[in-house]
């Protein structure tokens, strides 16, 4: 569903914007659906469809982790590689100044990182008891990757995303991604945040709640 649908969907719905925006005050503090249902006495069903719709939004927001990453010249090119594990499911990240970022095919910023994770990365590190995480060094000029340093590191994504994964008794694989994507948007950012841009997303008027 692209982003008109939703707000033509939206525009029609028989739900007012101050049920709306309750939940997505629930959606910003994690509630799984079904607890929602329960606080706000509507059906899981209902709540289902509204998550989907505010997560399909949110994921537009990527793009203003990608500029925080372009800004920081991804910490004077030099950055950490590590990476989440999920059965047999396993992607990478950066780690920059306290933020993150998922790495996928279509990271055009970093040109050619999807080889050099392929051809080099994967080999060093997930084959290596002693390390999970490797320092990047990034040549602009030649567009290349050098492995600098493996490291044992702690990986605070990984706790994140696995307490996630418990809440919601697990996903299937094509959810993963998905959740990978908005795990990584609550990581970076407060609930506070959270709540506050997905209800201008929604164009609700509302203040920001205390949390």
Do not use: W
């Amino acid at each position: 569903m692209g982003k008109e649908e939703i707000f033509n969907y939206l525009k029609n719905a028989k739900i007012q914007d101050k049920m709306l925006e309750r939940i997505c005050f629930y959606f910003a503090k994690d509630f799984t659906a079904s607890q929602t249902a329960v606080e706000l006495k509507i059906s899981r069903q209902t709540i289902n469809n509204y998550y989907k719709i505010i997560r399909n939004l949110l994921l537009e927001k990527q793009e203003e982790i990608i500029q925080f990453m372009k800004k920081n010249n991804l910490c004077q090119n030099s950055f950490s590689i590590k990476y989440v594990k999920s059965g047999n499911n396993i992607s990478y990240f950066i780690e920059c100044n306290e933020k993150v970022f998922i790495l996928e095919k279509s990271t055009l910023f970093l040109p050619k990182i999807e080889d050099f994770i392929t051809q080099s990365l994967n080999t060093k590190l997930l084959k290596n008891s002693k390390a999970n995480s490797a320092k990047v060094i990034f040549n602009i000029k030649d567009e290349r990757y050098l492995i600098t340093n493996l490291y044992k590191s702690h990986n605070f994504m990984q706790e994140f995303i696995d307490k996630r994964l418990k809440k919601f008794r697990g996903l299937n694989k094509e959810n993963f991604s998905l959740h990978l994507k908005e795990s990584q948007f609550r990581y970076n950012y407060s609930q506070e945040f959270l709540y506050k841009t997905i209800t201008e997303i929604l164009n609700l008027n509302t203040k920001t709640r205390a949390f």
